[in-house]
């Protein structure tokens, strides 16, 4: 999506904010609605074209075969997406069927949110939106905040359209979907008075990544390949990966299948993460919703390569009864072993200051990297961090013992500085991109100033 596309669709959908919901709720409360009918309006005009069927499947069964409990299976072929809705309704049908009688509008809603698959209800939960949806119809604003959404002159699916007076609206990509996420974001509490907290990494960041992580071993890639992202967002980073392995028009030709996986802390994330999983056909039970560094949801598996802009300068605080029984290590993520002064292979703590974990999730990665002896290119690693990777800690302290441990195992390849305030709404205006992987012959540091 180009930049005045692009910030059409901010325009526009703040416009909604302000025209709706103004009166209803306080300004730094719009994100509650304006970010779940986002995704959900998203996911809605993709079911529209293919409704009919997936209502005849939903009569088949119960009619013919007499279910009692409908399958999943056919009513995912019949709506050719990993999700359906097996309500009468679209959103489009509520509001041209609609009265002033904002209750019964409301029952014809609750009926539409109850029609969709588990996928999706669970998005809907993370959402809170059936709450959204009762508070808006109790402040008779529920019609108008529909009439909005299905405007012709907005497109939030990821397709090219034309609007009614035959312009074209380009579609609206995984990343673009996150750039939009962020700008609402970022105006939502600044009006507020709050910083955005959130922020998400530069569309040319992540092409550097999946360049210094693919294109080393275009031609050794796996048939079958796995990515992982450990802080997903709203998965712009795993998407684009995935993309750019399997573009046909490409530099890389990958011929197998690329499955992506990520955890995600944040609710409104996570949801926007798995509702585009199951837009582009990904398994979206691969994204899991909660803290990476409490709880090892991949502990089992291996990836082949893994990308992240994890948050940096966070305290991980919270976190510690978790990693740490007093000054014990207590989850081997966090543990390495290295050579002392006479030869003893001693196990050590590899946890930093509680003040920034950063380099937890990259000893989350390091931790799920596959051994050569298992894949003949090991796993390679691309991950974004400020500048106190490189040196905070003193000796024998748990980052200096992650940078040893890195180092001396030869997985460290290339150090990237990267230009002042590429980030928006961070403080730290020199990340680095290190690039981590098994097999490792040099090292590189590259000023990109």
Not at 35 to 59: F, G, I, N, S, W
Not at 150 to 174: F, Q, R
Not at 214 to 239: E, H, N, R, W
Request: charged residues 25%; contains cysteine; hydrophobic residues 35%.
């Amino acid at each position: 999506m180009n930049q005045y596309a692009h910030n059409k669709l901010i325009s526009f959908i703040w416009s909604i904010a302000d025209d709706c919901l103004r009166d209803v709720y306080v300004r730094g409360k719009y994100r509650d609605v304006i970010l779940p009918m986002v995704v959900l309006r998203r996911l809605d005009t993709l079911l529209e074209p293919t409704k009919a069927e997936v209502l005849e499947e939903v009569r088949f069964q119960k009619d013919e075969m007499k279910a009692t409990e409908l399958d999943d299976a056919p009513l995912k072929a019949a709506s050719k997406y990993v999700f359906y809705n097996t309500s009468k309704w679209t959103l489009k049908q509520l509001h041209a069927t609609a009265t002033n009688n904002q209750q019964i509008l409301l029952a014809n809603v609750e009926d539409y949110l109850g029609g969709f698959s588990d996928n999706v209800k669970e998005i809907i939960s993370r959402f809170k939106l059936l709450e959204q949806m009762r508070h808006m119809a109790d402040k008779q604003v529920l019609l108008d905040v529909l009439e909005k959404f299905i405007s012709p002159y907005i497109n939030l699916t990821p397709h090219d359209v034309e609007d009614p007076d035959g312009n074209k609206m380009p579609g609206l990509s995984n990343l673009g979907m996150g750039y939009v996420f962020e700008e609402l974001i970022r105006k939502f509490n600044e009006e507020n008075n709050e910083e955005a907290g959130e922020h998400f990494t530069p569309r040319e960041v992540i092409h550097l990544m999946t360049h210094l992580v693919f294109d080393p071993i275009k031609d050794q890639l796996p048939p079958v390949m796995t990515i992982y992202d450990p802080a997903c967002g709203s998965g712009g980073m795993l998407t684009e990966s995935q993309n750019y392995v399997l573009d046909p028009d490409g530099q890389i030709r990958a011929t197998g299948d690329v499955y992506l996986y990520g955890k995600e802390i944040n609710d409104e994330t996570y949801a926007i993460c798995k509702s585009d999983m199951m837009i582009k056909g990904n398994n979206p039970e691969n994204i899991k919703v909660g803290s990476t560094l409490s709880i090892d949801e991949f502990a089992a598996q291996r990836f082949d390569f893994m990308l992240s802009n994890p948050p940096y300068g966070k305290s991980w605080s919270s976190e510690l009864k978790h990693i740490k029984d007093g000054k014990d290590v207590i989850d081997p993520r966090f543990q390495v072993e290295l050579t002392d002064y006479w030869d003893k292979v001693e196990t050590v703590d590899a946890t930093p200051r509680s003040s920034d974990g950063q380099l937890l999730f990259l000893m989350e990665m390091v931790s799920k990297m596959k051994s050569t002896k298992d894949s003949a290119i090991g796993s390679r690693i691309a991950s974004v961090h400020n500048g106190s990777s490189l040196f905070t800690g003193d000796a024998g302290s748990g980052e200096s013992n992650i940078r040893r441990y890195i180092i001396e195992n030869d997985m460290l390849d290339t150090i990237i500085q990267l230009p002042n305030n590429l980030f928006y709404n961070t403080g730290f205006c020199r990340p680095t991109n290190m690039i981590v992987h098994n097999e490792c012959s040099h090292f590189d540091e590259l000023n990109m100033q």
